[in-house]
Nanobody, 127 residues
Framework: QVQVVESGGGLVQAGGSLRLSCTAS????????MGWFRQAPGKEREGVSC????????VYADSVKDRFTTSRDNTRNTLYLQMNSLKPDDTAIYYC????????????????????WGQGTQVTVSS
């Protein structure tokens, strides 16, 4: 059984930084792409970033490009999301998910083909 656990959320002022972590167990971690997603109150879930199985390729939503960086440590079964220059619009619950594929598909943003999801971690950015 695959288990995914996020950590690192919290309250930060606008312009600040946070780093989220996600550990996954019960799977061959370095065989699958991973993704970060978020859902703000009253809004639909949206993709934040996706990273392929090796970490050699990442894709980002336009809203976070140049501010967020996704990386992975396959020796630790851990995924990271470094968030810089945070804005109040970044306030959301952030979720980590494991892909069913080794690469980030064209539909990654919608969370398709992501089989296991964590419970999420709250990120709140104050103005």
């Amino acid at each position: 059984q695959v288990q995914v656990v996020e950590s690192g959320g919290g309250l930060v002022q606008a312009g600040g930084s946070l780093r989220l972590s996600c550990t996954a167990s019960g799977l061959i971690f370095d065989a699958y792409a991973m993704g970060w997603f978020r859902q703000a109150p009253g809004k639909e879930r949206e993709g934040v970033s996706c990273i392929n199985y090796s970490g050699g390729r990442t894709v980002y939503a336009d809203s976070v490009k140049d501010r967020f960086t996704t990386s992975r440590d396959n020796t630790r079964n851990t995924l990271y999301l470094q968030m810089n220059s945070l804005k109040p619009d970044d306030t959301a619950i952030y979720y980590c998910a494991t892909s069913d594929e080794y690469y980030c598909s064209a539909s990654w943003y919608y969370g398709r083909n992501f089989g296991a999801w964590g419970q999420g971690t709250q990120v709140t950015v104050s103005s």
